[in-house]
């Protein structure tokens, strides 16, 4: 395994489900990301995990809630999401403090709600 | 005004041609510049990696940065079908991950 895994690939869920996106990164990194791509729109930064701290983003509803149980794994957890929560979800990770925090980012889960 | 302006595209170009990818800015205090390349369905990738003014040549690649104008460029010479991808501009103030605002992105398409 190399970079930034994320499973599932693809995801579709109706409202009231509960499901879980996972991340995993294999480069060593301190810091992991979560995303959001939605059509003609900019990446949208959800969450940040640096240094095992958690870095709070206000703008984000409260049926997403990530978990970071160590500085490899990062979770995202859906429950009663809304269609227009429909987009790519990207994981990315980074080194704090390094040269320079290039971020990596895995190839994402594409999340359909019903 | 948003704080970075990207057109969307699409950009079709002939296989060999010369492809010209902008963004402009509105934070003269960005410093460190950025370019990403999205292939579908994948995320995106670091191509170009820029500090402060002027260019920066990577083969085929040649990134630009102008911060008296607020503008950036990236330029593609002898453009190739597998250069057909989405292009996000990225910018910050500082080296924090946490600070990149990117562009919506371009989508490229060369043909053969």
């Known amino acids: 395994e190399t970079g930034v895994t994320q499973t599932p690939r693809h995801l579709v869920m109706g409202m009231t489900n509960k499901k879980s996106l996972k991340c995993e990164q294999h480069?060593?990194?301190?810091?992991m990301y979560w995303y959001k791509q939605s059509a003609k729109k900019p990446l949208e930064l959800m969450f940040v995990?640096?240094?095992?701290?958690?870095?709070e983003n206000n703008s984000v509803p409260s049926r997403f809630s990530p978990e970071c149980p160590n500085s490899s794994h990062l979770f995202l957890h859906l429950h009663t999401l809304q269609p227009e929560d429909s987009a790519l979800y990207l994981c990315?990770?980074?080194?704090?403090?390094?040269?320079?925090?290039?971020?990596?980012f895995g190839s994402g889960t594409q999340l359909s709600v019903l | 005004q948003k704080e970075v302006e990207q057109d969307p595209g699409p950009l079709s170009v002939p296989e060999g041609a010369i492809v010209s990818l902008n963004c402009t800015y509105s934070?003269?205090?960005?410093?460190?510049f950025m370019w990403y390349r999205q292939y579908s369905r994948k995320g995106p990738e670091l191509l170009m990696y820029?500090?402060?003014?002027g260019n920066k040549e990577d083969g085929r690649f040649t990134a630009q940065v102008d911060k008296s104008s607020k503008y950036i460029s990236l330029f593609i010479r002898d453009s190739q079908p597998s250069d057909s991808a989405t292009y996000l501009c990225?910018?910050?103030?500082?080296?924090?991950?946490?600070?990149?605002?990117f562009g919506k992105g371009t989508t490229l398409s060369v043909s053969s």
């Open positions: 990315a990770s980074s080194q704090v403090g390094g040269a320079n925090e290039k971020l990596f």
């Open positions: 480069l060593g990194h301190n810091a």
């Open positions: 995990y640096s240094l095992e701290e958690r870095v």
């Open positions: 934070n003269s205090a960005f410093q460190y």
């Open positions: 820029t500090y402060s003014s």
């Open positions: 990225a910018m910050s103030l500082n080296q924090a991950g946490t600070a990149l605002i």
